[in-house]
């Protein structure tokens, strides 16, 4: 009894067509929006941005797992902390989760039709942890004022510390796909990358 | 059986007969799949046993929301909210019940489905943005109105609480990570951007209710990581499905 099998195959097909269409249209939104691209030009950029989602994802979670659970530094919720930013942070937060999930498949999908440029991944990867703290450390603590990264002591040595970190992974994250752009290594794409990873931070 | 629960099993009944129902119908649709098939390419294509998986699991997590393990009073409904709301949905809707239905039903059943499913009405119902307001506005609107007290004391508003979350975690999750048809249904982008907002609004939603409802400290905190762990899992949901139809669509190729 195929009889409503047909019409569902019908509209699941026009579905992933009309879907191929737009991502051939190729929006630079989608892309930051942390959507899996399936493009065959520029799989430099691929593989930064896919990694850089996880980078950020993984960044978060140390976040939570040394700060909140090991140290217990963060509190889950300080009451000084303004409405505005409690909403700030969880959009960031949900967003993160989307991010290390989304970036992982993609990573998996460039792997699987050896698309992979490793040494732009790394890169991507220690950028976007980097990026990920710079952000944490300079508008959540000092523009928004949440979840300070230490209560009850002055934030400025623990803030500096923080900062300059985040600053240094993304420098080395940033150098790293630089380089692997120059490279002229097997996988890369003919239309090569040096360009793409330039514009990227 | 948790110590201090001495209802017996008659307590129990609710539960077994939610997951028992559910359940067999299910499976009975899948013997009949297998079964019939007119044509041979529909033999063929064996019903999946990850998804009869998945339903028996979401079977399961119903029957644990509606037994007696769960506490009563503040921790107890958030339980069940999360447990109703959104991880029996995932192992439900994850299952296809639709498209299951839709290849074991009689021609004109079916079709009158397919028609139903490209009406208007639907096709807004089932856009992840409005399946996210209903399902977080339905959230919102039980627990900072006085209708979540009344829910407490009231055993028939109780269970229409529980079926609205049922209801409207299905519809989200179906709306962004089902793998059962949905005409018109917006690409990744949106579906993940969607999935962030609602997730926001959930673990906000825990935060205000954290600082504001006294005593609910620990149910807020319940209500916050278990949302997490339902948004990670729908997020694995949807782009599984994105690598598989990708790869699909493209033949691997030889390695270079």
């Given at each position: 009894?195929?009889?409503?099998?047909e019409?569902?195959?019908?509209?699941?097909?026009?579905?992933?067509?009309?879907?191929?269409?737009?991502?051939r249209?190729?929006?630079?939104?989608q892309?930051?929006?942390?959507?899996?691209q399936?493009?065959?030009?520029?799989?430099?950029?691929?593989?930064?941005?896919?990694?850089?989602?996880?980078?950020?994802?993984?960044?978060?979670?140390?976040?939570?797992?040394?700060?909140?659970?090991?140290?217990?530094?963060?509190?889950?919720?300080?009451?000084?902390?303004?409405?505005?930013?409690?909403?700030?942070?969880g959009?960031?937060?949900?967003?993160?989760?989307?991010?290390?999930?989304?970036?992982?498949?993609?990573?998996?999908?460039?792997?699987r039709?050896?698309a992979?440029?490793?040494?732009?991944?790394?890169?991507?990867?220690?950028a976007?942890?980097?990026?990920l703290?710079?952000?944490?450390?300079?508008?959540?603590?000092?523009?928004?004022?949440?979840?300070?990264?230490?209560?009850?002591?002055?934030?400025?040595p623990?803030?500096?510390?923080w900062?300059?970190?985040?600053?240094?992974?993304?420098a080395?994250?940033?150098?790293l796909?630089?380089?692997?752009?120059g490279?002229?290594?097997?996988?890369?794409?003919?239309?090569?990358?040096?360009?793409?990873?330039?514009?990227?931070? | 059986m948790?110590p201090?629960?001495?209802?017996?099993?008659?307590?129990w009944?609710?539960?077994?007969?939610a997951?028992?129902?559910?359940?067999?119908?299910?499976?009975?649709?899948?013997r009949?799949?297998?079964?019939e098939?007119?044509?041979?390419?529909?033999?063929?294509r064996?019903?999946?046993?990850?998804?009869?998986a998945?339903?028996?699991?979401?079977?399961?997590?119903?029957?644990?929301?509606l037994?007696?393990?769960?506490?009563?009073?503040?921790v107890?409904?958030m339980?069940?909210?999360?447990?109703?709301?959104?991880?029996?949905?995932?192992?439900?809707i994850?299952?296809a019940p639709?498209?299951?239905?839709?290849?074991?039903a009689?021609?004109?059943?079916a079709?009158?489905?397919?028609?139903?499913?490209?009406?208007?009405?639907?096709?807004?119902?089932?856009?992840?943005?409005?399946?996210?307001?209903i399902?977080?506005?339905?959230?919102?609107?039980?627990?900072?109105t006085?209708?979540?007290?009344?829910?407490?004391?009231?055993?028939?508003l109780?269970?229409?609480?529980?079926?609205?979350?049922?209801?409207?975690?299905c519809?989200?999750?179906?709306?962004?990570?089902?793998?059962?048809p949905?005409p018109?249904?917006?690409?990744v982008?949106t579906?993940a951007?969607?999935?962030?907002g609602a997730?926001a609004?959930h673990?906000?939603?825990?935060?205000?209710?954290?600082?504001?409802v006294?005593?609910?400290?620990?149910a807020?905190?319940?209500?916050?990581?278990?949302?997490?762990?339902?948004?990670?899992?729908?997020?694995?949901?949807?782009?599984?499905?994105?690598?598989?139809?990708?790869?699909?669509r493209?033949p691997?190729?030889?390695?270079?």
């Amino acid at each position: 009894m195929t009889a409503g099998a047909e019409p569902r195959r019908a509209t699941r097909q026009e579905t992933a067509r009309t879907r191929q269409e737009t991502t051939r249209q190729e929006t630079t939104r989608q892309e930051t929006a942390g959507a899996p691209q399936e493009t065959a030009r520029g799989p430099l950029r691929g593989s930064v941005l896919s990694a850089l989602l996880i980078g950020i994802g993984v960044m978060a979670a140390v976040d939570e797992l040394v700060f909140h659970r090991l140290l217990g530094w963060h509190h889950f919720y300080d009451r000084a902390t303004p409405r505005v930013g409690l909403l700030s942070d969880g959009l960031l937060r949900a967003a993160e989760l989307v991010a290390v999930v989304g970036g992982c498949f993609w990573l998996a999908d460039l792997r699987r039709r050896a698309a992979l440029v490793a040494r732009a991944a790394w890169g991507g990867f220690l950028a976007g942890a980097g990026a990920l703290q710079v952000f944490d450390g300079v508008v959540d603590r000092r523009v928004l004022r949440v979840h300070q990264l230490r209560s009850g002591v002055d934030p400025l040595p623990y803030d500096l510390a923080w900062n300059l970190a985040g600053l240094a992974l993304l420098a080395c994250g940033i150098a790293l796909a630089v380089r692997a752009g120059g490279r002229p290594a097997a996988t890369r794409a003919p239309d090569g990358g040096p360009r793409t990873t330039e514009r990227l931070p | 059986m948790t110590p201090g629960q001495h209802a017996g099993w008659t307590a129990w009944l609710p539960a077994l007969l939610a997951m028992l129902v559910h359940a067999t119908v299910y499976l009975v649709a899948v013997r009949r799949a297998g079964r019939e098939g007119g044509e041979p390419a529909a033999r063929t294509r064996r019903w999946s046993p990850w998804r009869t998986a998945s339903w028996l699991s979401g079977c399961v997590l119903l029957g644990l929301a509606l037994s007696p393990l769960v506490p009563p009073g503040d921790v107890g409904h958030m339980v069940r909210h999360l447990l109703l709301g959104m991880f029996a949905p995932l192992g439900l809707i994850m299952a296809a019940p639709m498209t299951l239905l839709l290849r074991v039903a009689p021609r004109s059943l079916a079709r009158r489905l397919t028609r139903l499913l490209r009406t208007r009405v639907v096709h807004v119902i089932s856009h992840p943005v409005t399946a996210a307001l209903i399902s977080v506005g339905g959230l919102y609107a039980v627990t900072l109105t006085p209708l979540y007290a009344a829910g407490l004391a009231n055993p028939a508003l109780h269970h229409l609480v529980d079926h609205l979350y049922l209801a409207s975690g299905c519809l989200f999750t179906w709306a962004v990570a089902g793998p059962d048809p949905a005409p018109h249904r917006p690409g990744v982008p949106t579906r993940a951007a969607v999935l962030i907002g609602a997730a926001a609004a959930h673990g906000w939603l825990a935060k205000h209710l954290y600082a504001t409802v006294p005593g609910f400290q620990e149910a807020a905190q319940v209500m916050y990581y278990g949302g997490d762990v339902a948004e990670l899992l729908l997020a694995v949901g949807l782009f599984a499905a994105w690598y598989r139809r990708v790869g699909r669509r493209r033949p691997v190729p030889a390695p270079a």
